[in-house]
């Protein structure tokens, strides 16, 4: 069946490798050399050393990669170069090592060499192939593992078996039955997809454009393997990295064959037809999963053009702009370009945008956490063949569009030589910019030579997603920017950041106010000793002054205080009678004015005190004129006693019945009398001179007024000439003669006793108050 295969690139490359068995070795973390190759297992004859002999010095670093030390156990992918023996061509070789440690311990024979607490060491299995690696790799580990938990390092007996294991396969042809056949090596593609979304695409493109892209991670494994993965997109790349380990490699071009027939029901027929896979690695080129920092001489080498490589070594960072054109960080998840043309060449079109939307959406409603590598529903959507099957078909749609655009300028003034069911140039879909950065590339250059002008008669040149931009796409587009935000992520981190401020600042205002408080408590308390000293200072020094003191007691004391505050109440009394007197004085001789003439030598009334009002200091005065009309609504005064005690009377009623008694034409002397106060205060309003009433000529008021005792004289008419000693006073005298008021103790008047105390007024001041009522009434109309 094999006779009927059309010549193919993969096939002819296959036939023209030379034969090689695998080989594995033991590489040893010496203390005091470093990393080393302890022993070779299938190499011929038994004394030979491959690492010297094919200058593999590099080789004990690339199986011990750095950071490996701080794993259990770890991996290294990378590639070695196999020079050309007696005529034969140089290849690429691979390897894959599994990194182990223990402690030193808890080895049974411990040999001199080992001065440390640990021991670590590497078994590296050298292929011809990536191909198996996938499989070679669990293998692998069970074998490391078993060795190591033998705990002696001499026997070696199970690498021996494990290698002769390989080599029987190898020379039986199980590794070459299926040589066809994709062996996929690497991450899952649900997981690239999953971590760089429609980056994904963009790191696709780049590896066609062949610039120098720098992959770093902390991780060995996951770094060698992601590249691994972006490799395996590419259709048949993985069994043709023949030229990858060394720039001066060139076999594949060699020995290419331009297919001459097509069957279109072989999948292998139809993607050699179509010049598939595209050689990334060609002459000038270097793959290497794992890049020691001792292999960077090789890529600043003038004969090396570009390059796919891996190093985890954080060193390379700083010096991203001279060894990359672009650096994908593993451990940040970024991409960031340097180049400015690589940058404007990898911007994706709406189509191309749409198309990597649809795959990543696919994987993101398929997600299963518990098995990353297949879909949750158990389909085929979403699966790693659909993925393989979504990206080989947009390669062929690419290299198809391509090769009408360059028939469409080729024949671009015979329009019978367009495709009528093809509008314009489909390759404009892919990007214009990119489609000229390829054209310039070497897999190109390969490509275009070694297939037909007219494969876009096999495979429609048309983007899978063609047309113009659409609402679906903006919706898409924005609800996956919306994603790649992490708003809760964010958020949770703003939140976290917040509460370990606020509970940072609460700490420090705790602090400042408790140092504050603390402060103002020493303060306090020094102002408390001090004025507490002052005290005693000051009793003792009023100790020494009155020395005579120290032995009184409290009632000697408090009599002593007494004496001296008489002196003061008696000084302040005798002032206030005498202000009273001189007032009263004055307001008698208005009255005579004001009512017209009298004797020059009136009678002098006599005025008794109870005993009981009798009181050391002076006496008070005190009058006002009170209405029997309420709705006059004048204003009711109050008199001022010699010690300072104001009180008003609100018994009102009684004195309206004594004024009533008074003749008609006094009474508004009385109603004029309230505008002023007696005792301490000046007359208010118009002076009695000026009133309509005193222009009238009333008869002098000589008589006698009783008035009880307990009840305040009201008005000038009413001014009462007392004396706490017992002696009479003569009140405010007018022009009629003084009017002198007898004041009478009753200390049960109230209104009910109205008509009672009436009966005890003189008969003559009754009539007095009858005419001031009179004179009140005639005065008001």
């Known amino acids: 069946m094999s006779s009927s295969v059309p010549p193919t690139p993969t096939t002819a490359t296959a036939s023209s490798r ?335 945008r749409r198309w990597i939307d649809f795959i990543t959406q696919n994987v993101n409603d398929t997600w299963d956490e518990a098995n990353p590598g297949r879909p949750k529903t158990m389909g085929y959507v979403g699966s790693e063949e659909f993925i393989r099957v979504q990206f080989e078909e947009y390669l062929l749609s690419l290299i198809s569009s391509v090769k009408y655009h360059n028939h469409l300028a080729k024949h671009a003034n015979n329009p019978r030589m367009l495709l009528p069911y093809i509008e314009g140039d489909p390759s404009t879909d892919f990007g214009s ?128 205080t007494t004496q001296q505050s008489q002196p003061v109440a008696q000084s302040v009394s005798s002032k206030a009678g005498a202000f009273v007197n001189s007032w009263a004085t004055w307001a008698g001789e208005k009255r005579r004015k004001a009512w017209g003439g009298g004797s020059s030598t009136p009678p002098t009334p006599t005025t008794t005190s109870p005993p009981e009002s009798s009181s050391s200091g002076g006496g008070w005065a005190s009058g006002w004129v009170k209405s029997k009309n309420r709705q006059s609504q004048m204003s009711t005064m109050s008199a001022t006693s010699v010690d300072g005690m104001l009180e008003k009377d609100a018994k009102s009623d009684a004195r309206n019945s004594t004024y009533s008694r008074l003749p008609e034409e006094k009474q508004p002397l009385a109603a004029a009398g309230n505008r002023g106060s007696v005792a301490g205060s000046s007359i208010s309003g118009e002076s009695l001179l000026e009133s309509p009433v005193a222009t009238r000529n009333p008869r002098p008021l000589s008589q006698e007024s009783t008035i009880p005792e307990g009840q305040e004289p009201g008005g000038i008419d009413d001014v009462v000439s007392s004396s706490t000693s017992g002696e009479i006073r003569q009140g405010a005298a007018n022009g009629n003669g003084p009017l002198a008021i007898r004041v009478s103790k009753d200390d049960d008047s109230d209104d009910d006793g109205e008509e009672e105390k009436a009966q005890k007024t003189p008969l003559p001041a009754r009539v007095a108050a009858d005419e001031a009522a009179k004179a009140q009434s005639a005065w008001e109309r």
């Open 18 to 352: 030379p034969h090689f068995t695998p080989l594995i070795c033991i590489v040893d973390f010496h203390h005091g050399r470093g990393p080393e190759v302890e022993r070779w297992f299938g190499a011929q004859p038994e004394d030979f050393d491959p690492a010297v002999e094919y200058d593999w010095g590099l080789l004990p670093f690339m199986a011990l990669s750095d950071g490996a030390h701080a794993l259990t156990e770890d991996f290294s992918y990378f590639t070695l170069l196999k020079p050309g023996e007696e005529g034969e061509t140089g290849t690429s070789l691979f390897g894959i090592s599994c990194t182990r440690q223990m402690d030193a311990s808890l080895l049974l024979n411990r040999p001199p060499e080992v001065t440390r607490s640990t021991v670590q060491k590497a078994v590296v299995v050298i292929a011809d192939s990536p191909q198996y690696f996938g499989m070679l790799r669990e293998r692998l580990s069970v074998v490391t593992k078993a060795w190591f938990a033998q705990r002696d390092f001499t026997d070696v007996e199970i690498l021996k078996r494990f290698q002769e294991s390989l080599a029987d396969e190898k020379e039986r042809g199980m590794m070459n039955e299926d040589e066809d056949r994709d062996q996929y090596l690497g991450l899952s593609l649900r997981e690239l997809v999953r971590e760089f979304k429609w980056q994904t695409l963009v790191l696709l493109k780049c590896c066609l454009l062949q610039p120098k892209m720098l992959f770093f991670g902390t991780k060995c494994e996951r770094l060698c393997l992601t590249q691994f993965s972006l490799v395996s997109l590419i259709p048949g790349l993985l069994r043709n990295l023949q030229d990858s380990a060394g720039p001066e490699l060139n076999n594949y071009e060699k020995n290419l064959q331009q297919p001459t027939s097509l069957r279109t029901s072989d999948r292998n027929s139809l993607l050699a037809y179509m010049g598939l896979p595209l050689q990334i690695f060609p002459e000038g080129s270097l793959f290497g999963p794992y890049t020691p920092l001792q292999q960077l001489d090789m890529l600043a080498d003038f004969g090396t053009k570009s390059y796919v490589v891996g190093s985890t070594n954080s060193l390379l960072l700083q010096q991203k702009d001279r060894y990359s054109d672009i650096l994908i960080n593993l451990d940040e998840g970024t991409i960031n370009i340097t180049s400015t043309s690589l940058k404007a060449a990898l911007q994706l079109s709406t189509p191309d």
């Open 433 to 560: 910019d990119f489609v000229d950065a390829w054209s310039r590339t070497e897999n190109y250059r390969i490509w275009n030579s070694h297939t037909d002008s007219h494969l876009f008669d096999i495979v429609e040149p048309k983007h899978p997603c063609a047309g113009g931009l659409t609402i679906e796409d903006v919706q898409r587009r924005i609800t996956q920017q919306v994603q790649e935000l992490h708003w809760d992520e964010r958020f949770a981190q703003g939140k976290e950041a917040l509460g370990r401020n606020l509970a940072a600042g609460k700490e420090k205002a705790s602090t400042i106010f408790n140092k504050l408080y603390a402060d103002m408590e020493a303060l306090r308390e020094a102002q408390r000793k001090k004025a507490e000293e002052a005290r005693i200072e000051q009793e003792k020094a009023y100790a020494q002054q009155q020395p005579e003191n120290r032995g009184g007691s409290p009632e000697a004391t408090a009599s002593k």
